[in-house]
Structure formats: C-alpha cells, structure tokens
C-alpha cells in the first residue's frame, strides 16, 4: 500500500536517454570566439587537399596523455557525395495535426480518447480511505523515512491536502466517468491531473494534449508536450500503459518482429509522421550514445534522427559555452521506438526542430587529414572513467568515422543554432588484465548467468569540419 501511496507523490517526467561518452576537461581546439568558424562560412568549396581523398586509410597507434588508455586507430576517410550545407534552426512547436497524425501512425484506426484521471465516487472514497490509512501510522511514516520527522511531517500534510481536494471532489463526482475524443488542444498540465493532484503545481509554461488509446489490444497513453517557457524543448511521446499492462502482456501478445523488421516499421512510421526525412542512426553511433540495439527478443532501441540535404543529423549537440552571447542548444531532432519481444512499447519524438535558412548551401570543408589529427589529439585525453571500462590495460579500437551535422551555437542569437557538419570519430574500447587476456564481466538477468569480455562502444572524438573546432558533446535530449 506504502508504494501506491507514495506514487501518488510523482508526476510524470519526460524520459531521459542514457548514457553518452563524457568530453575532455579541457579543449584542444576551440574557436567558437575568434571568427574562425563565421570566417569559414564564407569560404568557397576548395578542391580536395593533396594526399586525401574518400576511401583513403590512415593507421596510427598512441597512448593516453596519462598512460592508462592504448588507441589503435584504422580509419577510411568517409565519402561525401554532393554539397554539405550549414543551416540554421530552432525549436519547432508542435501543433495539434501533427500531434493527431503521429497518434494515427501509432493507433491506426482505434478510438483515440482526452486522457482523463477522473475518478468515480468509489474511486474518491477509496483514495481518501487509503490516504487516511496511511497518515493514521506515525511510526511507520517515520520508518519509512528513515527516521526524518521533518519529511515525515511534509508528507503527512501534503496528504492532508490531497485529502481535503478528494473530499471537495467526491461532491460533485459521478458514479461512472465517459470517455471523450480527442479535440488536439493543448492545456495546460494540470488539465489532465486527478482531483487530488490539482493545485499543487505552479504552471510553468507547458502546454500538453494527453490522450489514451490501444494498440495490439492494450492501453496506451499518448502525450505532445509544448514548453512555451525556459528552454522552450517540444517532445512527443507514447507508451503501453503500465498502471494497466505489463511487459508480459507484450511477450504474450503474438509472435513479435525480428531486428530488421523493427527498424523497418520505424522507418516505415516515421515517413507517415510527414516530419521530414529520417534515417537509422548506424549500429556503431546508437551503442556509443546509449541510444540503441539491445537483446531482439527482449528489450531493443531504434533510433532515427534527420536527413537535411542528404546528411544525416549527428545524435548530440554542442555544449554551449558559458559566454551568454550563445543562446543554449536544443539537442538534435531524434526518434527513438522501444520494442519488447518484437512488440512497440514505447516513443519518443525528442527536440523538435524547423530549419529556418542556409548559412552556407554548400560549405568548404576542412581537409579530412587535419580534420583527424585533432581527432588524435582528444583521443590523447582519453581515461578509463570516461570510456566507462576497467582493467590493468583498457586498448581502444579507433576505426569507424561518420560525417553528420551536429547542433552548435550560434553567437549573439538567443533563438537560434546551426547545423553543421562534422566528424564523428567512433571505437570500441576494451579491459584487459595484468597476463593480458580480457577482463571478463559476471551478469545474472535472474534466469540465467553468463559473461562477457569487458568492453563498450564509444564516441571518441568529435570535429566541426568547418573550422576544426572540439565538439563539446552533449546529448541535449
């Protein structure tokens, strides 16, 4: 009963993806101030330098600036077929046709009902007999907080009001409560709320339309949020509803889709939304940025983010600097789908975003070589807390690189950012022992143990190839 009780104390926050290879504390390169990069824009396409060229190899071997981290690197440099472009962008509000056709992508033809928290009189008179239960046992208030009276007694008044809201709801509550369609209008969060959560948050500029439906014959909860305030991020989520369903209602609903077959209909939902062009974000960038794959037959990411002028958009942002002539960035426009046994059990539409212009359609690009060995040197800043693996020697594997635009600042803008290409420099970073033989790692899902050699996939570098300077990474999201 105490963690039903206590639930009642959450409000439902947007999901924060996990996991992304933590930057160098300090630069290498860096012009965001010194013109550099704007001088760049200007710049006419130049020929490709002497001695570099799509499909060439580059091979080197180094270690960490502190010793701890071996690199062994073998790159080709990535072909680029047609003019890479700089944009401009901002954040785009989300509407309510759009929030209705990506309902529609995901509920097909089934009803699409106003979310509602309601509660019938029975309801009402069974929450307000739980909260009275639960304030009635001092002691046991003050067990569960680990002895804190002060939290104790938060607590116990929060539900004193919550209680006075359900005695003032219950007058006028009916016996059964009516579905209602959808009517695509935004509101204010508080709209959605149950009667005992009402009045206890201040608005703070978020506007939501919040629906429920089902899908594959279970409940769903569909929510596009707009943030009108403060930094202004548009998100749009759906997901099983768990008060209702489970995963194992998923695992028994029918035989799922394999891997393939997943990022096909993900493909295949996002081209319905009518929001732009998507592609899949590679195997190699989605593991490094915790952001997808995972176990086909159990829980697996997808992830997708824009296509502008044929390039793909990069999973992360730049992180702003903290000279407050640079407006913050958003985070880059990104699907994620999660799937259990071959099953949709959630999305998230993340960063909303409308490109405004072009600062440059077809901008000159700093030469691959020069683009790598500043690459090199933050792959010298490399440590074993920032790979994430441990052992007496941790050897990194520096061989794939991706040409994608990522979201930098823009000077003296406060609204908007560019788009704008750079290197993504990605490896496998693996532990060894003392005898050299790699560090093995124990897991235990509860059904079964077994183990894996100690390694992750990682973001090892990344280059604006513009003006060369340090991405600071920052997933955004």
């Given at each position: ?8 104390l959450?409000?439902?926050a947007i ?5 992304c290879q933590?930057t160098p504390?300090?630069?290498i ?9 704007e ?18 190899e ?22 680029v ?26 509920f ?6 106003e ?19 639960f304030?009635?046992?001092?002691d ?20 004193e ?13 009916s ?8 009517d ?29 439906s ?12 707009n943030?009108?305030?403060?930094n ?8 099983m ?18 891997a ?31 952001l ?27 992180r702003?600097?903290t ?20 099953h ?9 975003s ?35 693996v ?15 635009l ?38 235990d ?16 570098a ?16």
């Amino acid at each position: 009963m105490k963690e039903k009780l206590i639930a009642l104390l959450l409000t439902a926050a947007i999901l924060g993806l996990a996991g992304c290879q933590a930057t160098p504390e300090r630069d290498i390169v860096t012009s965001k101030n010194d013109g550099a990069f704007e001088s760049a824009l200007e710049a006419t396409p130049a020929p490709a330098a002497e001695g570099g060229a799509p499909g060439q190899e580059y091979t080197d071997s180094f270690e960490s600036a502190d010793g701890t981290v071996s690199v062994d690197l073998a790159l080709t440099e990535p072909a680029v077929s047609g003019p890479v472009p700089v944009l401009t962008a901002r954040p785009m509000e989300i509407t309510g046709q759009q929030a209705e056709r990506i309902a529609r992508t995901m509920f097909g033809d089934e009803e699409i009902y106003e979310y509602s928290e309601e509660m019938t009189r029975a309801e009402i008179e069974q929450a307000i007999l739980d909260c009275r239960q639960f304030i009635s046992d001092w002691d046991g208030m003050l067990d569960y907080y680990g002895g804190n009276e002060a939290t104790a007694r938060q607590v116990k008044e929060d539900f004193e009001g919550r209680i006075a809201r359900l005695e003032e709801a219950y007058q006028t509550a009916s016996e059964q409560t009516q579905s209602v369609p959808c009517d695509w209008q935004f509101h204010p969060s508080s709209y959605y709320q149950s009667p005992d959560m009402q009045g206890m948050f201040e608005d703070d500029g978020t506007r939501e339309i919040k629906a429920a439906s089902t899908r594959e014959g279970l409940p769903w909860v569909f929510s596009a949020y707009n943030r009108e305030e403060g930094n202004r991020v548009h998100n749009v989520c759906a997901f099983m509803d768990d008060r209702i369903a489970s995963q194992d209602d998923l695992k028994s609903a029918g035989q799922g889709m394999d891997a393939e077959a997943m990022k096909a209909w993900a493909l295949e939902a996002a081209e319905s939304m009518d929001l732009g062009e998507w592609a899949l974000l590679s195997d190699e960038a989605a593991q490094a940025m915790g952001l997808g794959g995972g176990d086909p037959e159990g829980v697996y990411f997808v992830t997708l983010t824009r296509v502008y002028g044929g390039v793909q958009a990069a999973p992360y942002a730049d992180r702003p600097t903290t000279d407050e002539q640079y407006a913050p960035v958003y985070g880059p426009e990104t699907m994620q789908f999660q799937f259990i046994a071959g099953h949709l059990s959630s999305f998230w539409y993340l960063g909303a975003s409308q490109t405004v212009g072009a600062a440059n359609e077809s901008v000159s690009l700093l030469p691959f070589g020069e683009a790598l060995e500043r690459a090199k040197e933050q792959m010298k800043m490399l440590t074993k807390d920032r790979l994430g693996v441990y052992g007496e020697d941790v050897r990194v594997t520096a061989d794939r690189v991706e040409l994608a635009l990522a979201c930098v600042p823009m000077k003296d803008n406060a609204t908007d950012y560019y788009l704008v290409p750079c290197y993504s420099f990605y490896g496998t970073a693996a532990a060894y022992d003392a005898a050299g033989q790699p560090v093995m790692r124990q897991y235990d899902d509860g059904q079964r143990q077994w183990e894996e050699p100690e390694q992750a996939e990682a973001l090892l570098a990344a280059i604006n190839a513009v003006d060369g300077s340090v991405i600071q990474v920052d997933r955004g999201l």
